[in-house]
């Protein structure tokens, strides 16, 4: 059984809810519109390549929206994550920006921590993300006045309360289109336009990050419990999600 078939189900609003994605993506695309013809989109979907992004890569696509999609490619991606990504871009409408880490950053790293660093302590496996994931999206952000997400408040208690569109950060705005979307809604939308999707979800992955830090599931676990499953529940967040407030006290130094 693959992941349409285990996991397509709409909720009973759901066309309500995917009319509510739709005005938000045109808005977003209206409010942070180049500021000048032909220039670049003040406004960019962050992609993981996982089941929710590609509904969004898919609606901006099909919507013709001007508005940009980015990849952090973390150098640590499984081979499927990859191959997909491969896809997107060639078939894309809207530009896909990849930012991967900086090397020499990753080789110091490496050479002084080892590759299982993620593993020895949550303070190193976040400077692992630091590296590999914050620093990119710095630059993936630059000059954005804002971005969108595929967080849905289903994913996990840390993401319970996530609005539709979070202005907590002075810096730019983060929109999350899907956030009251269920995992069966998000199924139900990719067999209705039958998207292509990383077949990791067909192996049980519900998330998928990088290699070393994701697992596949059993029937029961925590949606995101095949991230850092080794790690205490409170800390499964690699920081590009954690508020501004909370990230300038948790993020490595």
Not at 143 to 170: C, F, M, N, Y
């Amino acid at each position: 059984m693959n992941a349409i078939e285990l996991n397509a189900r709409a909720s009973s609003d759901f066309e309500a809810k995917l009319a509510e994605t739709v005005s938000l993506l045109q808005q977003a695309a209206h409010d942070y519109a180049p500021r000048v013809a032909g220039g670049i989109p003040r406004v960019s979907q962050a992609s993981s390549l996982g089941a929710e992004d590609v509904v969004l890569s898919h609606l901006i696509n099909s919507l013709q929206l001007d508005i940009g999609i980015f990849v952090l490619e973390t150098g640590m991606l499984h081979a499927e994550t990859l191959a997909l990504l491969d896809r997107l871009k060639a078939t894309s409408r809207a530009p896909v920006e990849v930012f991967t880490p900086v090397n020499e950053s990753v080789v110091q790293f490496v050479a002084r921590e080892g590759k299982d660093a993620m593993y020895k302590s949550i303070a190193l496996r976040k400077a692992c993300c630091h590296i590999r994931k914050m620093e990119p999206l710095a630059r993936a952000l630059a000059g954005k006045d804002a971005w969108i997400t595929g967080l849905r408040r289903e994913q996990s208690g840390a993401r319970a309360e996530v609005p539709l569109i979070d202005t907590t950060d002075a810096t730019r705005v983060k929109i999350n289109p899907l956030a009251i979307w269920t995992w069966g809604d998000v199924w139900h939308f990719i067999d209705l336009h039958q998207i292509d999707y990383n077949p990791l979800h067909d192996q049980f992955y519900p998330s998928i990050g990088c290699a070393p830090c994701t697992r596949a599931i059993s029937l029961g676990e925590d949606f995101r419990a095949g991230r850092w499953w080794w790690e205490d529940e409170a800390a499964k967040e690699c920081g590009l999600h954690v508020n501004q407030s909370s990230s300038q006290e948790k993020a490595p130094a």
